[in-house]
């Protein structure tokens, strides 16, 4: 059954895909719990807590998550809608991913969840070649294409809504 927000609606997420002054994309490390080998990189991003906004999640996962700080937040890229299992569970989630820049590359992760510090190995810069060549999971699993796209076009006039991805 997926895990849903109060009054069974998908779980609010706010995603950043954060660029560094040579364009390349922050990715976390992570893993199953019980099976390091089962494993992806994604962008940082989390839940909404409480009433905050979801560029407001943007920044405190951000922050929790890599230690950075010194932020520029842009505008919603993409919306996602998506479903997968993760420690056990069905994760049932609507993901909107804000454009950031930053020239603060070292990465820190300080305000990881219980959770988070079983499953998440680390952290990497990635240039669009290297996410084009990989032969590692990623998600979202187009991101080598978006972001070629976003960094010869420039972002959208408006969210682009990416095809639903169901593991």
Same mark, same amino acid.
């Given at each position: 059954?997926?895990?849903?927000?109060?009054?069974?609606?998908?779980?609010?997420?706010?995603?950043?895909?954060?660029?560094?002054? =040579?364009?390349?994309?922050?990715?976390?490390?992570?893993? =199953?719990?019980?099976?390091?080998?089962?494993?992806?990189? !994604?962008?940082?991003?989390?839940?909404?807590?409480?009433?905050?906004?979801?560029?407001?999640?943007?920044?405190? #996962?951000?922050? *929790?998550? &890599? %230690?950075?700080?010194?932020? #520029?937040?842009?505008?919603?890229?993409?919306?996602?809608?998506?479903? !997968?299992? !993760?420690?056990?569970?069905?994760?049932? @989630?609507? =993901?909107?991913?804000?454009?950031?820049? $930053?020239? @603060? $590359?070292? &990465? /820190?992760?300080?305000?990881?969840? *219980?959770? *988070?510090?079983?499953? /998440?190995?680390?952290? +990497?810069?990635?240039?669009?070649?290297?996410?084009?060549? &990989? +032969? #590692?999971? /990623?998600?979202?699993? +187009?991101?080598?294409?978006?972001?070629?796209?976003?960094?010869?076009? %420039?972002?959208?006039?408006?969210?682009?809504?990416?095809? &639903?991805?169901? /593991?």
């Amino acid at each position: 059954m997926p895990v849903e927000a109060a009054g069974g609606a998908l779980r609010k997420v706010a995603r950043v895909v954060l660029l560094d002054p =040579e364009d390349r994309v922050l990715l976390l490390h992570g893993h =199953e719990p019980d099976d390091p080998a089962d494993d992806w990189w !994604f962008t940082p991003g989390g839940g909404l807590e409480g009433a905050e906004s979801r560029a407001e999640a943007a920044l405190r #996962e951000l922050r *929790e998550e &890599t %230690g950075i700080t010194e932020v #520029e937040l842009g505008p919603v890229l993409w919306r996602r809608r998506c479903s !997968f299992p !993760f420690a056990g569970r069905r994760w049932d @989630q609507d =993901e909107w991913y804000y454009l950031a820049r $930053t020239a @603060q $590359t070292a &990465t /820190v992760a300080t305000g990881l969840t *219980e959770l *988070e510090r079983r499953t /998440v190995a680390g952290a +990497r810069w990635w240039t669009c070649r290297e996410l084009a060549r &990989t +032969r #590692e999971t /990623v998600y979202p699993t +187009r991101l080598a294409g978006l972001l070629r796209t976003l960094l010869d076009e %420039g972002p959208p006039a408006g969210p682009v809504t990416l095809d &639903t991805e169901i /593991v």
